[in-house]
C-alpha cells in the first residue's frame, strides 16, 4: 500500500471470470455504485484514493456469506446505519470498546423530553425537581431490566463512569489487615487501583497471571488464588467479563466458585455488555460496573455500580456528602447516611442525562442484543480468517495476535501487533498514524491494561522493577521514559474492536490497509 499525500492506496485487484483483469466501468457496474479508481493492471493491482475499496469488497462477498451465512440475518443493522449515523459516512469506526456510537434518533428524543419537561435539582419536592427524581427512578428500573436484575435483590447507583463506580467499591470495602484482593492480570487500570486502597488498610494484592498464547487464566492458578481467602474475612476477587485488551471472555462459572471459597465478586462488564447479554438473574456477581457510553454511545457522562443489596450493606464509605445522608450535624458532630443507593451518590446527579440512558437501553432492547453479538461474532471471525494469513515478503507472519485465533470465548476485540520482513514490531504509533490518513478509527497502546499489555508483549518484572527503581524515576516517570528504559521491545499493540453498526465493509477496509504493511 503506497500512501502518499493524496491518500492513494494500492491493494489486490479482481480478474473477471474469463481470467481477464476488469475495468473500473465493468466494477462499477457490477458494484452498482461509482468510486473514484485508477485502472486495473495486468497485475492485478488496484489503486485507489481516499479509502474507497468497493472492489476489494465486491471482491470477498461472496466468500463471506459463505463462511458465516448468520450475518445475513443482521441486515437490520445496515439500515440503522444508514439512517441513524450521519456523521459515520465513508469513515471506517473500530473502536468501540473505547465508546460505541450515539444514534440520531438517541438524541431527537433526548432533545424532545428536555424541550417539553421542566427539570430542576433532584434534593427537593418541588414541581421541577419531581421530574427529575421521576426519570431518574425510570432510569434506574430500566437499568435493571436490561440486565434482568431483581430489584428486590440489587441496586443501581448512578456514577459517573465505569472508574467512579470502581473507586466506590475500592474506597468503601472493608478491607483490614490480612484481607485478600485477588484479581487477574488483563484487569482495566481502575480496577488495578484498587489495590491502592486494600494495601492501605493492610490487605494483601494478588495477581492470577494469563497465559499465552491465548491469554486465558489458567485454571490451576486461579484455583490457588481462591484457595487464599481469609477465613471469617473480607475478600475481594475482580475480573473483567472481557478482557478490554485480548478480548477474553473469562467464564462466568468462577464466580459461583469464588463464593464458595468465601470471596464477594467484583465484575467488570464495561467492555462486554456492549455486544453480549449480560443476565444477571443466572449470573450472581456481587458488585457489577458499567458506562453506558460504551453501550450506546450517549450520554458519555454517566455509568453505574450495580449492586447485590447485600453486598452493599457491606461498604462503609469514608465521608458523606450532599445527597447521601439523611441528617448532618455541625455542632452535634454526628451524620446519618442515606439508605441503599442514595449513600454512594454524591452531590446532585447528572438530572438531565440520566434520562438518556432509559432512551439508549430502550434503543439496544429495540435492536435486540443477540441480533447485535451476532453480527459482531461473525465479523470478528472475518477479521481473524483474513488477518492471521498474511505474511511478509519473506514468508513471516505479518502480525502477531495477542489472543485467541478464533471465536471460541472472544468479544469483537482484536489486538496484535504488525511485523517487518525484519522480524521487528512496526511502531504502534505510526500505525495509528497511517489508519488517521486512511480514515480509520483504531486504537493503539496498553488501552489501560498494563497487566495485559506485560503479558503480550514480553515485559518482565524484573526489567520493569529495575526501571522504576532507577534514581531519576522516584517521582516522574513518562511514557518516553519507559520506551528508553524497555529499549528494544514494544511498549504497545493496535486494537480493532466492533461493535453494534459494524459492517464486512470494515473489515475488508482494513484488511486492505493492513496489506499495505506487507514489504515494510
Not at 489458567?218 to 474475612?233: T, V
Amino acid at each position: 500500500m503506497v500512501l502518499g499525500p493524496g491518500r492513494v492506496a494500492c491493494v489486490s485487484g479482481r480478474r473477471s471470470d474469463r481470467g481477464e483483469s476488469k475495468t473500473k466501468d465493468q466494477d462499477d457496474q457490477d458494484l452498482g455504485r461509482t468510486g473514484n479508481y485508477a485502472p486495473v493492471t495486468k497485475h492485478q493491482v488496484l489503486c485507489y484514493v481516499g479509502g474507497n475499496v468497493a472492489i476489494a469488497e465486491h471482491l470477498t462477498a461472496h466468500t463471506f456469506s459463505t463462511a458465516y451465512p448468520s450475518y445475513e440475518s443482521t441486515r437490520l443493522l445496515d439500515e440503522l446505519r444508514a439512517k441513524e449515523y450521519p456523521a459515520l459516512g465513508s469513515h471506517t469506526y473500530l473502536d468501540f470498546t473505547a465508546g460505541s456510537l450515539f444514534a440520531r434518533s438517541q438524541l431527537t428524543r433526548h432533545l424532545e423530553l428536555l424541550e417539553r419537561s421542566l427539570f430542576g435539582n433532584p434534593h427537593s419536592t418541588n414541581l421541577a425537581s419531581s421530574t427529575s427524581t421521576e426519570f431518574v427512578a425510570r432510569a434506574r428500573s430500566a437499568v435493571l431490566r436490561f440486565f434482568h436484575a431483581s430489584p428486590d435483590e440489587w441496586e443501581v447507583v448512578f456514577t459517573g463512569n465505569a472508574s467512579h463506580a470502581l473507586k466506590l467499591v475500592g474506597e468503601s470495602y472493608p478491607f483490614d489487615a490480612g484481607d485478600r484482593f485477588l484479581l487477574t492480570f488483563d484487569n482495566h487500570n481502575s480496577v488495578n487501583g484498587i489495590r491502592e486502597f486494600a494495601r492501605a488498610r493492610g490487605a494483601t494484592a494478588t495477581y492470577v497471571p494469563v497465559v499465552l498464547p491465548e491469554m486465558r487464566v489458567d485454571d490451576a492458578d486461579l484455583e490457588r488464588g481462591l484457595a487464599m481467602a481469609r477465613q471469617g474475612g473480607h475478600n475481594l476477587f475482580a475480573f473483567p467479563a472481557q478482557s478490554n485488551f485480548s478480548g477474553v471472555q473469562h467464564p462466568f462459572d468462577w464466580i459461583a466458585r469464588a463464593h464458595a471459597a468465601g470471596w464477594d465478586v467484583l465484575l467488570d462488564a464495561a467492555a462486554f455488555t456492549g455486544t453480549n447479554r449480560l443476565d444477571l438473574s443466572e449470573w450472581n456477581p456481587d458488585f457489577v460496573v458499567q458506562s453506558f457510553y460504551k453501550l450506546f454511545g450517549y450520554p458519555t457522562g454517566v455509568g453505574c455500580l450495580l449492586a447485590r443489596k447485600s453486598a452493599l450493606a457491606k461498604l462503609r464509605r469514608p465521608w458523606f456528602s450532599g445527597g447521601t445522608i439523611t441528617v448532618a450535624s455541625v455542632q452535634g458532630d454526628k451524620y446519618y447516611l442515606a439508605e441503599g443507593a442514595s449513600a454512594f451518590e454524591d452531590g446532585t446527579l447528572d438530572y438531565l442525562s440520566i434520562p438518556a440512558v432509559e432512551i439508549g437501553l430502550e434503543y439496544i432492547e429495540a435492536i435486540g442484543m443477540d441480533i447485535i453479538h451476532e453480527r459482531v461474532q461473525c465479523l470478528t471471525g472475518w477479521l481473524l480468517d483474513q488477518l492471521l494469513p498474511l505474511t511478509q515478503t519473506n514468508g513471516r507472519p505479518l502480525v502477531r495476535l495477542y489472543g485467541p485465533p478464533t471465536t471460541d470465548r472472544r468479544g469483537g476485540v482484536v489486538t496484535f501487533n504488525f511485523y517487518g520482513a525484519d522480524g521487528r514490531a512496526i511502531d504502534h504509533r505510526l500505525v495509528e498514524q497511517l489508519a488517521n490518513d486512511a480514515n480509520i478509527s483504531l486504537r493503539t497502546g496498553c488501552f489501560c491494561n498494563p497487566g495485559g499489555g506485560e503479558i503480550a508483549l514480553g515485559l518482565t518484572g524484573t526489567e520493569l522493577s529495575s526501571c522504576f527503581r532507577q534514581r531519576e524515576h522516584e517521582n516522574h516517570f513518562t511514557i518516553d521514559d519507559f520506551r528508553l528504559c524497555i529499549d528494544g521491545k514494544s511498549t504497545g499493540a493496535v486494537r480493532v474492536s466492533f461493535g453494534l453498526i459494524s459492517d464486512v465493509h470494515d473489515v475488508d477496509r482494513f484488511i486492505a490497509f493492513a496489506k499495505g504493511f506487507i514489504g515494510r
